[in-house]
């Protein structure tokens, strides 16, 4: 059974930075794509950010040079790096990943099978 496990969420002032972390679990990690998702009180849920199974990365407009998606295949664990955050960065953030190896996560339209239950972000002014 999948599994992904979201933490490092909290509380951070404006142009602050937080590391979100990923642990996955039930499956051979290294040959999947990892995303990041994320959703907003009473907005839809968008997509931030995914990493291959063989490392590209893929970026929303809106968190492209603030965010850093990476992976650590030795620990199952996806990594969200996110500095200069700014109040609407505030949402609950998913981890989530497809059904299907070898596959890439290019965006919102991609195939996801597996979600975690989320870590909440808040970024005060």
């Known amino acids: 059974q999948v599994r992904l496990v979201e933490s490092g969420g909290g509380l951070v002032q404006a142009g602050g930075s937080l590391t979100l972390s990923c642990a996955a679990s039930g499956r051979t990690f290294s040959v999947y794509a990892m995303a990041w998702f994320r959703q907003a009180p009473e907005k839809e849920r968008e997509f931030v950010a995914a990493?291959?199974?063989?490392?590209?990365?893929y970026y929303a407009d809106s968190v492209k040079g603030r965010f850093t998606i990476s992976r650590d295949n030795a620990k199952n664990t996806v990594y969200l790096q996110m500095n200069s955050l700014k109040p609407e960065d505030t949402a609950v953030y998913y981890c989530?990943?497809?059904?299907?190896?070898?596959?890439?996560?290019?965006?919102?339209?991609?195939?996801?099978?597996?979600w975690g239950k989320g870590t909440l972000v808040t970024v005060s002014s």
């Open positions: 990493i291959s199974w063989n490392n590209p990365t």
């Open positions: 989530a990943s497809p059904g299907t190896a070898f596959t890439a996560v290019r965006g919102p339209s991609s195939s996801i099978n597996y």
